[in-house]
């Protein structure tokens, strides 16, 4: 009986199958749950937009499967497996969280399927091929613009303070990486915990080292707490941050406490600002309006965009692949993956993309820009 | 460290430490009372900051959810457990008490989100909010297993710890909030510049545990509490209802840590989770002052803010660390200086 119906279910795929399997089929994990939802819902809202936005590739039809991962990690494994055993995706993209993300990254490796990450990976998996690459700014090169802008402002002797977890971690180490004789100097390595009630403490430590100015290496709403304290204590020198501040509750939170403080961050956050020429401009643009007519809300966040860019990349490798392939094939797995890897200065909303055999990234100086704080709203600061 | 430096870390401390010491002595409470050690309560503290600011940003706040569902749950408990005992005759009472009036309150603050109440109004109805939540808790998870071992009260306290912790977010959402300050005065005191906000929550503190004090040594309901903690069936031949004794610890407690939530809020963001270090410093606190009594606690919760504000500025990173190591020389020395009542005797 089981013989006769696999049989069955093996003579309708194949009748099946040329029929549905003529589209590309992107698999797309993001977490909509969970503790990474903050930034996992924006995820797939700028994956939906990106679908509006182009939703076929040379007269192909692009199919997208979106799967949660709940913010957990074998979550996301069991997702990219099915998507990629049972779906036959020619592609995935995904997900919120770092663990999560590299927990896809190793399936899809293992799997030989192209994968395109949303979020930050560090290390590549140890595999002969390379399947994955990552689409967001480097933290290291976050800080390394601030701590550029920061020479560039004069600043000499560097306050920090920042979370006692890796991410306070990547912002100090890539501060004391930018230290230079004639240039900034670190001076303090203050920490506090996100659940902290006063980091009154620390900022006198700060302030008796008597910086210029102060690198704030928190995140979100409790990154204003320093800023905060700063204020309290009458410190008039200037402010800098990295991207992870960039949210409506920050901005809430620190009100006048937080105004001045200069942040990297993707150009999207100020797109409409950008000069004419900038390469981020229309693109961005075309996003912002393609989201709002998707979600009918404006887009606040650079998450979104990450998800955006990483459908470009996929839309532009697809046109060169399909020239060799044809989709839902394992020769077209492999051109995909070939055709993203030559990537050449590709235009999207956060970077001008190009990525190469044995690096995860593709981005450089131009996908940041520094803003500032100014009367509660980002200001692009050339 | 200069005597400024140590001057400004040591008011640093004290405030903090006032606001543990709210919530350590409403644990001591309701700890002897009930017995039940009350970790949740720094996730009722951070509830309150997050319902205040809710209601500041003209948002009907989550614990509105929270208090309607415990409810509910609350209210079949107690119908069932009234029919089993054929006590049905009181069920009016009972659901005038575990139904009708928190939801009334509920009612409120959902009005007063379609108008624009003053800022006490808000800071009323926050706390009015937030102080069902232990008692209607009490009844559905401790009230069944009222004689248990303080072990498994201590065990099944933790897990409604986590359950809460996951509730916040699911209510409040991953943000953290921050609310205005209630006072902008601020006064110099020997060179050192003191916040209004810094007075008022040593103030409050200090109020409190006198409070309680003249409530347990010289009113016959607090009187009947203490009795209630000493030995619940002696009390009961007395004419002390046990389960009474421990719903007004309950709701004593809550507003304590209500209070301590609202005077928090203007100083710090508060996150959802923000409650469990809170409540376990608070704990610190309470076992220095042996979780028995008040002054003790209070003093001891006020050395761990000070503690923890010095050791921030010797080494921020391992400022925790240094805050729970001396936890194990405290317990050392508490189990050797006080006398061992024998707990747990057959009743």
């Known amino acids: 009986m089981r013989k006769t119906l696999a049989l069955v279910a093996v003579a309708v795929g194949i009748t099946v199958a040329p029929a549905a399997r003529a589209d590309i089929t992107i698999g797309f994990v993001t977490s909509l749950s969970g503790n990474g939802s903050s930034i996992g819902i924006p995820y797939g809202r700028g994956i939906n937009a990106a679908y509006e936005y182009k939703k076929s590739v040379n007269g192909e039809t692009v199919r997208l499967i979106q799967l949660d991962d709940g913010s957990d990690p074998s979550a996301a494994t069991r997702n990219a497996r099915k998507l990629v055993e049972e779906e036959k995706v020619d592609l995935l993209i995904g997900t919120a969280t770092a663990p999560s993300t590299i927990a896809m990254a190793a399936v899809a490796s293992e799997l030989k399927v192209p994968m395109i990450a949303v979020s930050p990976i560090v290390k590549l998996p140890d595999t002969p091929e390379q399947w994955v690459v990552s689409v967001p700014q480097p933290a290291s090169l976050l800080v390394k613009i601030i701590a550029d802008r920061m020479k560039r402002d004069g600043m000499k002797n560097i306050g920090y303070i920042g979370f006692s977890d890796a991410w306070g971690d990547l912002v100090y180490n890539g501060a004391k990486a930018a230290e230079s004789a004639d240039g900034i100097k670190i001076q303090t390595n203050e920490r506090y915990a996100r659940t902290d009630t006063s980091v009154t403490a620390q900022i006198l430590k700060v302030m008796a080292a008597r910086p210029d100015a102060v690198l704030d290496g928190g995140s979100g709403t409790q990154g204003a707490l320093p800023l905060l304290s700063l204020a309290e204590r009458g410190f008039k020198g200037n402010t800098y941050g990295t991207v992870a501040l960039v949210n409506p509750d920050f901005v809430n939170v620190g009100g006048k406490a937080a105004e001045g403080i200069q942040v990297s961050a993707g150009p999207v956050i100020v797109a409409e600002q950008l000069p004419d020429e900038h390469f981020a401009k229309k693109i961005a643009l ?79 100086e131009r996908s940041l820009v520094v803003v500032r704080l100014t009367g509660g709203t980002w200001k692009y600061v050339p | 460290m200069t005597s400024d430096i140590a001057a400004i870390l040591a008011i640093d401390g004290i405030a903090t430490g006032a606001i543990y010491a709210l919530v350590a002595i409403g644990t001591v409470l309701i700890f002897t009372v009930t017995r039940v050690v009350f970790i949740p309560f720094g996730d009722i503290a951070a509830f309150t900051a997050l319902t205040l600011a809710a209601l500041d940003a003209k948002r009907f706040p989550g614990t509105g959810a929270l208090v309607v569902v415990l409810a509910c749950l609350a209210t079949l408990i107690e119908m069932a457990s009234l029919a089993r005992s ?168 809550s507003l304590m840590a209500g209070v301590s939530g609202i005077l928090i809020a203007p100083v710090n963001t508060v996150f959802y989770d923000s409650g469990f270090l809170i409540g376990l410093k608070a704990f610190v606190g309470a076992i220095v002052g042996g979780m028995t009594s008040y002054p003790g606690a209070a003093i001891g919760a006020v050395g761990v803010g000070i503690l923890e504000s010095f050791a921030s500025f010797e080494s921020s990173a391992l400022k925790d660390v240094i805050v729970f190591s001396l936890l194990i020389p405290i317990l050392i020395w508490r189990s050797l200086a006080s006398l061992h009542s024998e707990e747990e005797i057959e009743e």
């Open chain 1, 286 to 364: 075309d996003f912002r309006s393609v989201y709002q007519k998707t979600h009918n809300i404006p887009t606040t966040d650079g998450f979104s965009a990450y998800s955006f860019d990483a459908w470009l990349i996929f839309a532009n490798a697809a046109e060169r692949a399909l020239k060799s392939a044809k989709p839902g094939t394992i020769e077209f797995r492999a051109a995909l993956r070939d055709a993203i890897l030559s990537t050449k200065e590709l235009p999207g909303v956060h970077a001008v993309y190009n990525f190469k055999q044995g690096a995860a990234t593709g981005v450089d």
């Open chain 2, 86 to 253: 054929g006590e049905l005759r009181l069920a009016p009472r009972a659901l005038l008490f575990y139904l009708v009036l928190p939801l009334a309150v509920v009612g409120c603050a959902w009005l007063a989100t379609r108008m624009d109440p003053p800022l006490a109004v808000r800071l009323v109805l926050a706390l009015m909010l937030i102080t069902p939540i232990s008692p209607l808790l009490d009844r559905i998870v401790f009230r069944p297993i009222a004689d248990g071992t303080v072990l498994l009260l201590l065990t099944v306290s933790v897990a409604l710890h986590f359950a809460l912790v996951g509730l916040g977010l699911l209510f409040f959402g991953p943000e953290g909030v921050r609310t205005e300050p209630l006072t902008s005065l601020s006064m110099e005191f020997a060179g050192v510049l003191i916040s209004g906000q810094t007075m008022l929550i040593v103030i409050a503190a200090l109020v409190f545990s006198g409070l309680l004090y003249l409530f347990f040594d010289f009113t016959l309901v607090g009187k009947s509490l203490r009795a209630t903690a000493v030995n619940r069936t002696g009390s009961r031949l007395m004419g002390i209802r046990p389960a009474r004794a421990g719903t007004i610890a309950y709701l004593l407690g």
